[in-house]
């Protein structure tokens, strides 16, 4: 079992930055591929970027692509989303998920789920 809890999120105008954290409890929580993604209200959940269990390895999905960077920190278990350049279309609420592969993370399935920070974005 694997427990996470994101923050960071909250209001920014346009072209602001934020930086998501994702902190994991659980005993081998630092083994799981851990990754981010936002769903809009109205819209599907989307992959936004995860990265391998040794940090070795990151990806991203389209919508964020060149204004987001994924890091995480195993001593801390924490997986941080640093975003930038936001733009309107990127509110939405943001969550934090684990999974084994992180091939099987890029297909927005994940073992386990946090509830979600909400990132909203004023023009």
């Known amino acids: 079992q694997v427990q996470l809890v994101e923050s960071g999120g909250g209001l920014v105008q346009a072209g602001g930055s934020l930086r998501l954290s994702c902190a994991a409890s659980?005993?081998?929580?630092?083994?799981?591929?851990m990754g981010w993604f936002r769903q809009a209200p109205g819209k599907e959940r989307e992959f936004v970027a995860g990265i391998n269990w040794s940090g070795s390895e990151t990806y991203y999905g389209d919508s964020l692509k060149g204004r987001c960077t994924i890091s995480r920190d195993n001593a801390k278990n924490t997986v941080y989303l640093q975003m930038n350049s936001l733009k309107p279309e990127d509110t939405a609420v943001y969550s934090c998920?684990?999974?084994?592969?992180?091939?099987?993370?890029?297909?927005?399935?994940?073992?386990?789920w946090g509830r979600g920070t909400q990132v909203t974005v004023s023009s």
């Open positions: 659980g005993s081998t929580s630092r083994l799981y591929a």
């Open positions: 998920a684990v999974h084994r592969s992180i091939a099987v993370l890029t297909t927005t399935k994940g073992d386990f």
